[in-house]
């Protein structure tokens, strides 16, 4: 990844939030517990996005702050079928925002060295910020088209 990309990527990371949120717009509550092949229910994946982002601003900032880092995997899918039952997504949706908006001002201030760190993630290796960022800047994003595959709107 050149530097002229990452820009481009924080943008879309940061934009996630968003993109969720119109996922769910106009959802109803008899849609929140639809799923549509075996994919994940929509109240599922709204409290993986919370999860998984509040996962992920530990991970990136263990890779800025610590010399080689072990980056821990996590059963997401025993995460999302014993922690997601009927509680209410909102509180999950904030959590989702609030992590992404603290880790892109992170992202927006690092210098070319504080890319090149790389810690060793448990399950696939090498595991670097710039990594991280691939990653995370299209989650959301495949999430969002889940929701509305789910909800016919795809």
């Known amino acids: 990844m050149n530097a002229d990309e990452r820009p481009k990527l924080i943008d879309r990371y940061r934009d996630g939030h968003r993109v969720v949120k119109g996922a769910f717009a106009g959802i109803k509550e008899d849609e929140l517990d639809l799923s549509a092949s075996g994919e994940w229910t929509p109240r599922q994946i709204a409290h993986h996005l919370a999860d998984s982002e509040m996962m992920s601003a530990i991970r990136i900032r263990r890779l800025l702050t610590e010399d080689e880092p072990v980056i821990h995997g996590y059963d997401e899918v025993a995460f999302a079928r014993i922690l997601t039952s009927d509680r209410p997504i909102e509180p ?63």
Do not use: F
Request: charged share 30%; aromatic share 8%; proline share 2%.
């Open 92 to 154: 999950s949706l904030e959590a989702m925002r609030w992590a992404r908006e603290t880790c892109a001002q992170l992202l927006e201030r690092m210098t070319e060295e504080d890319w090149r760190r790389v810690g060793t993630h448990t399950e696939s290796g090498p595991y670097s910020a710039e990594d991280w960022l691939t990653i995370y800047a299209a989650h959301a994003h495949d999430h969002a088209e889940q929701i509305k595959r789910v909800r016919g709107k795809s």
